[in-house]
Structure formats: structure tokens, C-alpha cells
């Protein structure tokens, strides 16, 4: 990770870590790396999801592009995969995304896509780093050199809410389905793709107000949407992120259908159908090890990466692959977009499950979950607080220790967040009581380290 780029692009409370400043610079310099191959004025796309800091960072991210030189489109609120998709189709030189994704509402984001709608390499994104912090570097347009805003048409989400409800691999049809979208930006495009379809529609959580975007909603907490499949006897719950480019199923018992077993359903549809490319899924090293026995016992090979949608992507594009994501619900059908879509991943799992003729939970019954507990520890200090408390030998001893008491059936995983102020830990073992045993031991060796 970078000084300011994490595993998902520039994350931080707006004002505190992230402020206008800052998003200032970061479209300056944003403007002046990916215009250099660029002959006349770049043009890029920006978007946002519902945050109340939206507007003000959108503002100060414009302002810097166009004082590079920089032509912009404003696409208002709308899901992150759709800049991609946009940025890609409509020729731009990069396309800028103003969200902070699954967070609560006082955070904010910026991320960046290429002209082809995939994320920044390192490279890119340590060259945009440097003239952040050298805008004295930089030469600003005047006269007619400077950039113009243009307000997006209609045509362009559009185009992309036609290109989401033709990735249905089947007619979708005779289903009561339920949408939570996390009052973030599926609230503008949910009820046009999905109301495409032959299905009876509820959509929940869809009237964003700035502040109550993920708030006890979405795929990070499905629990509320789960009571609602029961109670209104819907056939599936569908809950997306704060700007919708992940995907949480929940069954027609109130069950969890993570990202784990959506992308086994569809790799064994996709495998059965001589659509997965090498008969292989991408996955994490967070996924569970019930998916990793499922998928071998189909004859799927599984090939996995450091936790974040970016080294998903980058194993996907070295070896050809087209399917991939994170127990988060983050996946990847490559055939179909450059980057994780929610609503891309509701739309193909809808159409399989229409096409079985089977219930949710019929379909991921066969799929075991190892017990598997995951905990946050919050960190004080930024990166150079978690990587001392990451190094620290007292830390490594114990989860030696703790890996030998689990054996083979247990698994341990300590990382820091890419995107947070946290330390992430995850315990696999044979049962709940161990798991939280190990959890409980590991966090609060972590917290007295922070002392």
C-alpha cells in the first residue's frame, strides 16, 4: 500500500483524513499522469454514491482535474462498477469514483479507473502519489486550456442498465424477490434492472438521505433483510453495498448466502455450461474452507490471493481466468465487466436460480461452512500503528500457538485492513466454541500491543 492509495483507492473520514485539500491534489495529479498519452484535453467520468460528502469531494476532485486540463463528466450518484463500465464504453481516459464503499456515511473514498475500466496499477497510482505531494511539479491550464464540466445524459446509465439485464444467462421469471440497497447508489439503478424482469420486486432501503447509507442495511448486515425474506415469504433477498459492487443473498429461510457460495453455485453452472475458463474460480485467502472442499469435490480448481478485489482481479487477467471475488461478496464475472458489480452478480444468480427450479436453499445445502469467527480490532495511528503490531514477534508466537492447538481442521489469518483503521482477524476450527476462543485470545493479545 501506498502513502495515500489503499487496496481500494484513498479512504478516510471527510475533513479528518480526507478533505477537499486532498481531493483537490489528487485530481491534479490525477489529470496530469493519465493525460500523458493523451493528444488534446483527457476527458474523465466521475460518479459518486450518496454520502453527504459527496458533493463537496466531487466539487474539489472536479475543480483539480479541470485546473490540469482535464475535460469532466459528472454522472452523479451512481454504483461504482457503472463508471467503470461507462468510462470503458464511452472512450474516456480514466473514470473517478467517490464512495467509501461498505463504511459508515463519514467516510469517503476516492478511486480511479483506467481508460479500459480496470483499477490503477501500483505504478500508476505511486506516480499520482507523488505529485499530490509536489503539486509545485505541475503546470495548471490557463485560457482555453483549462477543463470543461459536462452533466451526464441519461443515454449513459442507461446504456449500462441495458447491459446488466442482458447478462442474464436465462429468463428470469415466477420469483418474489427482495432488494436492500443500503440507501447507497443501487437506490438510482436497482428498480430499472431488475424491475426488467417477470418477477414480483420489493425494493427496501432505497431512500438515501446522506447519512443513512449502510446504516444496519446492506450486505454488511444482512439481518434486517433476512427477517423481511421470511416474513413476506419471498423466494430470495438480494442486499447490495453503499455503492453496489457487492452482492449478499439471503434464502427463503433467512439464510446468508455469502460470496463464498455464490460464486461455487455459478462456477459449477459455469463449469457444466463450458463457460469457466480452465475450470477455475479466484478466490481469497479469507474464503472458507467448506468452499474450498465443495469446489474440488465438482472438480473445480480454485486458485487464491491476498485479501482484495484488485489482487483477485490482477490473478484473473495474468492467467485468463473469468470468474473470481471474496467471501465479501465481491465477484468478478470477467466475460461481462472489469471490476466486481453487485447488480451484475444478483442479476446471474437470479437467473440460475430461476432456471433450477430450485429453492435458494436446496442450492447451497451441499456447500458445508467450517466455523468461522471474524473480528475487528480498531488501531489508533494509522498504517505505521498496524504494521509495528503486524511485526511484533509476541504476536507471531501466538498464533503459532494457537495454529498447532486447531490442526488441520483450524485456520488463522491476522491482516490489516486495507481500507480501514483495523486489524482483521479470522479463526477457522471445528467448532464455534473454539473459534471464538481463539478469536477472543488473539484480539486481546492485539489490543494490549497498542498500548
Do not use: W
Not at 177 to 206: H, M, P, Q, W, Y
Amino acid at each position: 500500500m501506498g502513502k495515500y492509495f489503499g487496496t481500494d483507492g484513498i479512504r478516510g473520514v471527510a475533513n479528518e483524513e480526507l478533505d477537499a485539500s486532498l481531493a483537490f491534489r489528487v485530481g491534479q495529479a490525477a489529470a496530469a499522469v493519465l493525460s500523458k498519452k493523451t493528444e488534446g484535453k483527457p476527458l474523465f467520468t466521475i460518479g459518486k454514491d450518496t454520502r453527504i460528502s459527496g458533493d463537496m469531494l466531487e466539487a474539489a476532485i472536479t475543480a483539480g482535474l479541470c485546473s490540469a486540463g482535464a475535460d469532466v463528466i459528472s454522472l452523479g450518484v451512481i454504483p461504482t462498477p457503472a463508471v467503470a463500465y461507462i468510462t470503458n464504453e464511452h472512450g474516456a481516459d480514466a473514470g473517478v469514483v467517490i464512495s467509501a464503499s461498505h463504511n459508515p456515511y463519514e467516510h469517503n473514498g476516492i478511486k480511479i479507473f483506467n481508460t479500459n475500466g480496470f483499477k490503477l496499477s501500483d505504478d500508476i497510482e505511486n506516480e499520482i502519489e507523488y505529485y499530490i505531494d509536489h503539486p509545485e511539479e505541475l503546470t495548471l491550464k490557463t485560457y482555453d486550456g483549462i477543463g470543461n464540466v459536462g452533466r451526464h445524459s441519461e443515454q449513459m446509465v442507461g446504456g449500462y442498465i441495458e447491459h446488466i439485464v442482458g447478462c442474464a444467462d436465462s429468463e428470469i421469471k415466477g420469483l418474489k424477490v427482495i432488494i436492500d440497497c443500503a440507501n447507497g447508489a443501487a437506490s438510482r439503478t436497482a428498480a430499472a434492472i431488475f424491475g426488467s424482469f417477470d418477477i414480483e420486486l420489493e425494493l427496501i432501503k432505497d431512500q438515501p438521505d446522506g447519512v443513512n447509507i449502510n446504516d444496519e442495511c446492506g450486505s454488511t448486515s444482512p439481518e434486517y433483510l433476512s427477517r423481511m425474506v421470511v416474513a413476506g415469504g419471498y423466494d430470495v433477498g438480494i442486499a447490495f453495498d453503499g455503492d453496489a459492487d457487492r452482492c449478499i443473498i439471503v434464502d427463503e429461510k433467512g439464510g446468508v448466502v455469502d460470496g463464498d457460495k455464490q460464486m461455487a453455485i455459478c462456477g459449477v453452472d459455469m463449469m457444466r455450461r463450458g463457460r469457466l475458463k480452465s475450470n477455475t474460480i479466484v478466490a481469497t485467502v479469507m474464503s472458507n474452507l467448506g468452499f474450498h472442499e465443495y469446489t474440488s469435490s465438482r472438480g473445480l480448481n480454485v486458485e487464491c490471493t491476498t485479501v482484495g478485489d484488485r489482487y483477485v482481479l490482477e490473478r484473473m487477467l495474468e492467467k485468463d481466468y473469468n470468474l473470481g471475488g471474496e467471501q465479501s461478496g465481491h465477484i468478478i464475472f470477467l466475460d461481462d465487466a472489469t471490476t466486481g458489480d453487485g447488480q451484475l452478480a444478483a442479476v446471474k444468480f437470479l437467473s440460475l436460480l430461476s432456471s433450477s427450479g430450485r429453492k435458494v436453499s436446496e442450492l447451497v445445502a451441499e456447500i458445508p461452512s467450517f466455523p468461522q469467527v471474524l473480528e475487528n480490532v480498531r488501531i489508533a495511528g494509522g498504517n505505521p500503528a498496524k504494521e509495528a503490531v503486524m511485526a511484533d514477534a509476541r504476536l507471531a508466537g501466538r498464533i503459532s500457538e494457537l495454529e498447532n492447538s486447531l490442526g488441520s481442521h483450524g485456520r488463522i489469518l491476522v491482516r490489516p485492513s486495507g481500507t480501514e483503521p483495523l486489524i482483521r482477524v479470522m479463526i477457522e476450527a471445528g467448532t464455534d466454541e473454539l473459534a471464538h476462543s481463539c478469536a477472543a485470545s488473539l484480539c486481546e493479545l492485539i489490543e494490549e500491543l497498542t498500548k
